[in-house]
């Protein structure tokens, strides 16, 4: 994950149904929250603009659309 913003504490992914077993940043589990089909993931740190750090999700279940990104929201 590459930060665009100028800080970065958090970061939000549309999760769907499926559900979230382990979140990890920069390899340390994060804490997380999934409100509303969303998964909020929590930084251990501010990440500041360009900045990167590794966010492993793993989840399991069957996408009913298949896995689909898009580009950032502006």
Not at 23 to 37: H, K, L, N, Q
């Amino acid at each position: 994950l590459r930060a665009v913003a100028e800080t970065l504490s958090s970061v939000t992914f549309d999760r769907g149904a499926q559900a979230i077993d382990e979140v990890r940043v920069a390899g340390v589990a994060a804490r997380v929250e999934t409100p509303d089909g969303r998964l909020v993931v929590h930084l251990a740190r501010v990440v500041k603009r360009d900045e990167t750090v590794v966010v492993a999700v793993t989840y399991h279940g069957v996408p009913p659309h298949g896995l689909v990104f898009q580009p950032p929201r502006r």
